[in-house]
């Protein structure tokens, strides 16, 4: 199994900045990806970002320019620097990651709540 856990969230004011961490522990063979999702009340999860083990990202054509995503292998780590944060940005963000077990599957984090206020 794999765990992830997020850490990082909170309340910040509009245009403040925010780091989340995403840890992954467990009994796993490999990571190819992790990504970032993000929950708003009464709205559907979305994706904010994600990257492979090789480093390649893709992002959410909205938060691209505010938003970036890095990965440490050695650690196991994903990472989310969200800046010129908006209220709009509110949401619970997930941690995703495609692993491999005794195959490739998806897990997720418990979620970390975001909150801007303007």
């Known amino acids: 199994q794999v765990q992830l856990v997020e850490s990082g969230g909170g309340l910040v004011q509009a245009g403040g900045s925010l780091r989340l961490s995403c840890a992954a522990s467990?009994?796993?063979?490999?990571?190819?990806?992790m990504a970032w999702y993000r929950q708003a009340p009464r709205k559907q999860r979305e994706l904010v970002a994600s990257?492979?083990?090789?480093?390649?990202?893709n992002y959410t054509d909205s938060m691209k320019d505010r938003f970036t995503i890095s990965i440490d292998n050695g650690k196991n780590t994903v990472y989310l620097q969200m800046n010129s944060l908006k209220p709009e940005d509110t949401a619970v963000y997930y941690c995703?990651?495609?692993?491999?077990?005794?195959?490739?599957?998806?897990?997720w984090g418990q979620g970390t709540q975001v909150t801007v206020s303007s």
């Open positions: 990257i492979t083990s090789g480093g390649r990202t």
């Open positions: 995703n990651a495609r692993a491999n077990v005794r195959s490739w599957s998806d897990y």
């Open positions: 467990g009994r796993f063979f490999s990571i190819a990806l």
